[in-house]
């Protein structure tokens, strides 16, 4: 009796050290299993932003924009042609209820630019224009301030080039996720107006 009972634990032990084995691999598995999920998720929102920001340049390049009042820091208004010719000139749009995580690591692209960006801020609120000015060591004289949207349907920030037509061409709008995006399209116009 005593053989069959030492037969009996040996094999009790074993199921239950082979439960213990199979309990942690299939723990080790799942926690795989939803790691993979969450970066094949990561992976969906970066494409279908991709294919947003895609979209919108090709639906906004051409667009005739109206010349709107831009406001210098000092609360100054003057046309939007005042400062166009007919060299292009390059914009970065944003407001001042975008992400401002985007939008100061847009703004570290642009300091590395040689020839300057124009910025318009889309606020009503010229103290916090400012204050955002002086935290991000931008310019005063590159920085406008406009209380309409330029484009009705975009509220994220964007860059745009134009002239005195007023004509919208090279739309971009930045995926925070994806930086070599921006910076791709950085050299692109470098290279496209720099001449």
Same mark, same amino acid.
């Given at each position: 009796?005593?053989?069959?009972?030492? +037969?009996?634990?040996?094999?009790?032990?074993?199921?239950? =050290?082979?439960?213990?084995?199979?309990?942690?691999?299939?723990?080790?598995? +799942? @926690?795989?299993?939803?790691?993979?999920?969450?970066?094949?998720?990561?992976?969906?929102?970066?494409?279908?932003?991709?294919?947003?920001?895609?979209?919108?340049?090709?639906?906004?390049?051409?667009? @005739?924009?109206?010349?709107?009042?831009?406001?210098?820091?000092?609360?100054?208004?003057?046309?939007?042609?005042?400062?166009?010719?007919?060299?292009?000139?390059?914009?970065?749009?944003?407001?001042?209820?975008?992400?401002?995580?985007?939008?100061?690591?847009?703004?570290?692209?642009?300091?590395?630019?040689?020839?300057?960006? @124009?910025? =318009?801020?889309?606020?009503?609120?010229?103290?916090?224009?400012?204050?955002?000015?002086?935290?991000?060591?931008?310019?005063?004289? +590159?920085?406008?301030?406009?209380?309409?949207?330029?484009?009705?349907?975009?509220?994220?920030?964007?860059?745009?080039?134009?002239?005195?037509?007023?004509?919208?061409?090279?739309?971009?709008?930045?995926?925070?996720? =994806?930086?070599?995006?921006?910076?791709?399209?950085?050299?692109?116009?470098?290279?496209?107006?720099?001449?």
């Amino acid at each position: 009796m005593k053989r069959k009972e030492k +037969t009996y634990i040996t094999t009790l032990v074993i199921l239950a =050290l082979g439960l213990i084995i199979s309990i942690k691999s299939n723990w080790h598995f +799942t @926690k795989l299993l939803k790691e993979t999920k969450l970066k094949l998720s990561e992976r969906e929102i970066e494409l279908n932003s991709v294919l947003w920001a895609s979209g919108q340049c090709y639906l906004y390049n051409g667009c @005739k924009i109206e010349d709107f009042k831009l406001i210098n820091t000092n609360g100054k208004g003057l046309p939007l042609s005042s400062i166009l010719d007919n060299n292009h000139k390059e914009f970065f749009k944003f407001s001042s209820s975008d992400c401002i995580e985007c939008v100061e690591a847009e703004l570290q692209l642009l300091k590395e630019r040689v020839n300057p960006i @124009k910025i =318009l801020v889309e606020t009503r609120d010229t103290r916090w224009l400012k204050a955002f000015i002086k935290s991000n060591h931008i310019a005063f004289n +590159t920085v406008f301030r406009i209380e309409q949207p330029i484009l009705e349907d975009a509220e994220l920030p964007f860059y745009f080039v134009t002239n005195s037509e007023l004509y919208i061409r090279d739309v971009f709008f930045p995926i925070k996720e =994806l930086p070599d995006f921006s910076i791709n399209y950085h050299k692109a116009m470098r290279n496209k107006y720099s001449k």
